[in-house]
């Protein structure tokens, strides 16, 4: 079946697999054209090719890269001519541990890739397009960032800071640019691994839908904050978690 054009276009960062990836391919099945990002020139080259040559474009570097930023912005307007949506995805995990324990060195950096960069993403495609023009820019944000994340704190911190730059985007940018973001629980990703690796089926059980999460779960979320049907939300953060938060409950 022929998709038709929607005429829109989405920078998603972190795409060339998992959670971005899954995002791209939920865009472009119903019509947008996508320029993704990811750091392995190959892994991004084979993105483009599934997504389809004339639907997207690779843009190779490191999300805290000022110049990497800057140069995925540039090639979205030369190529597509306008960035309607902003996906950051783009994230990093590098320590497990106890946070009375944490490099702070560690810190800063997770703190660079998962939150300045998203700043840094959307003041370009602010200027770039979206401030004359209007659009949506989706982070996104974790279960770990609305919660306490044993082990993972230095992420969990940094994902609570892009659920609070959510808000002040969306404050901000209002009411030309919707701006949203998605927590998502442990989903199915080569990123989660070490969460679920060796023993899904007890790590499923603890949710009650039954089941980790897939990209495609992300993928339909930010299709719908990215469409019309979203057209008065702005500044929320969608939990999606199979249920795992019911288990908060008492009793």
Do not use: C
């Not at 200027?127 to 279960?143: F, H, Y």
């Not at 209002?174 to 990703?189: D, E, F, H, W």
């Amino acid at each position: 079946m022929t998709v038709q054009d929607s005429g829109k276009v989405a920078l998603i960062t972190g795409a060339s697999r998992g959670i971005g990836y899954g995002i791209a391919q939920a865009l472009v099945a119903r019509g947008d054209r996508v320029v993704i990002t990811g750091r392995g020139e190959d892994a991004l080259k084979e993105a483009v090719e599934r997504l389809g040559a004339d639907r997207a474009v690779g843009v190779a570097g490191k999300a805290h890269d000022e110049a990497h930023q800057a140069a995925a912005v540039e090639r979205a307007m030369e190529a597509f001519g306008r960035v309607d949506f902003l996906i950051n995805n783009a994230g990093t995990n590098p320590v497990f541990g106890p946070m009375a324990e944490l490099d702070l060195g560690v810190a800063r950096k997770v703190y660079e890739t998962n939150v300045i960069s998203a700043l840094g993403f959307a003041q370009r495609t602010w200027k770039a397009w979206q401030r004359e023009n209007g659009g949506a820019i989706v982070n996104i944000a974790s279960v770990a960032g609305v919660s306490a994340s044993p082990f993972i704190g230095a992420y969990g911190m940094s994902k609570a800071a892009m659920v609070n730059l959510t808000l002040q985007l969306a404050h901000e940018f209002a009411p030309v640019v919707r701006v949203n973001a998605i927590a998502p629980a442990v989903v199915k990703t080569k990123f989660a691994e070490a969460l679920y690796e060796g023993r899904e089926a007890e790590a499923a059980a603890a949710y009650p839908l039954g089941r980790l999460g897939v990209p495609e779960d992300i993928g339909g979320a930010a299709e719908f904050l990215t469409s019309e049907k979203s057209g008065w939300i702005t500044g929320q953060t969608l939990v999606i978690d199979g249920g795992i938060f019911l288990n908060a409950g008492v009793g």
